[in-house]
C-alpha cells in the first residue's frame, strides 16, 4: 500500500473562521481523509510538531509526501528541508500544493523563484486537461472548473517543466501552468495550483481525483536504487 504523508502549516485554520469552518480539523486532514478512502496509507504532519512532524520514522515511511505551506515558508527548519530534499532525490515522492510554490522545499528543488502574479477576487478558474494520455488526469474530462478561486498569472517562474499537465484559465484573463511534473534525482514532483485557503476546493471531487492520481504516479519506482561512486568494470578491461 502506498504510504502518504500529507503535510500542512495548519496556521489559516487557527487564525481565519472563514477557512476554520471549510477546513474545521485543517487541510491537511481533509486531504488525508480522502485518500484514505482512495485506498492510500495516510499520515499527517504540521509544523507545530517536533521536527514539523517529519521525523526520519515518518520519512522512511513515507513513500509520497503532499506540501501545504503559505504563511510560515521561513519557520521551516533548513534542516528539515534539506532531508525532504534528500528523500526526494532518493525517490519518495513530492506533491506541492497552491502556495507550497514559495515553500523553502519546491524553490530548491526547482533552483528559481517560483514567483508568479497573484489575485484573490473569488473567480472562475477553469483547468483545462493537455494532456489526456496522463495518468494524473484519469477520470477528468476535457476540463474542470472551480467556482471561485484564486488567480495565479504567468509567468511562472519555474524551470521548463518535464510535462505539462493542466493550464488554467481565469475570468480576469490570465492563464497559468497549473499541473506540472518534475524528475528531481530518483524522485517524482507534482505540482498542483488550485487550493486557496478560503474556498472549498479540496472538497471539490475532480480535484480531489487529481490528487489521489498524482499520489500513484509520483509513488517510489519499485526497482533498486542505482549505485553511484567508484564502480568495478563489469568486462575485463584486460586485452
Ligand atoms: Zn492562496
Known amino acids: 500500500m502506498v504510504k502518504v504523508t500529507v503535510w500542512n502549516e495548519n496556521r489559516h485554520e487557527q487564525k481565519n473562521p472563514v477557512v476554520k469552518s471549510i477546513y474545521p480539523n485543517g487541510i491537511h486532514t481533509t486531504i ?30 513515507t513513500d509520497v509526501l ?29 506533491i506541492v500544493l497552491h502556495s507550497g510554490h514559495f515553500s523553502k522545499i519546491f ?48 509567468h511562472f517562474d519555474i524551470p521548463t ?26 524522485g517524482k514532483i507534482f505540482y498542483f495550483r488550485p487550493g486557496h485557503e478560503t474556498y472549498p476546493t479540496y472538497h471539490q471531487k475532480e480535484v480531489q481525483k487529481i490528487i489521489t492520481n498524482a499520489v500513484s504516479w509520483a509513488n517510489r519506482s519499485k526497482r533498486n536504487y542505482p549505485s553511484y561512486g567508484h564502480h568495478e568494470p563489469i568486462e575485463s578491461l584486460k586485452d
Open 32 to 61: 488525508a481523509s480522502f485518500l484514505e478512502e482512495a485506498g492510500y496509507d495516510t499520515l499527517t504532519a504540521t509544523l507545530e510538531q517536533p521536527e514539523h512532524g517529519l521525523t526520519y520514522e515518518v520519512l522512511e515511511n
Open 107 to 154: 524553490k530548491k528543488l526547482m533552483g528559481t523563484s517560483c514567483d508568479l502574479k497573484w489575485r484573490e477576487a473569488a473567480e472562475t478558474e477553469r483547468l483545462w486537461v493537455l494532456d489526456p494520455t496522463h495518468p494524473i488526469v484519469e477520470g477528468i474530462g476535457e476540463y474542470i472548473e472551480i467556482d471561485q478561486e484564486e488567480m495565479y498569472g504567468e
Open 66 to 94: 503532499i506540501w501545504w505551506g503559505h504563511l510560515a515558508h521561513n519557520e521551516v527548519e533548513d534542516e528539515i528541508v534539506q532531508k525532504v530534499y534528500e528523500k526526494v532525490l532518493q525517490g519518495m515522492g513530492l
Open 161 to 186: 517543466p518535464d510535462e505539462l499537465v493542466l493550464v488554467s484559465w481565469f475570468k480576469g484573463g490570465e492563464v497559468f501552468r497549473s499541473g506540472c511534473t518534475f524528475k528531481r534525482g530518483n
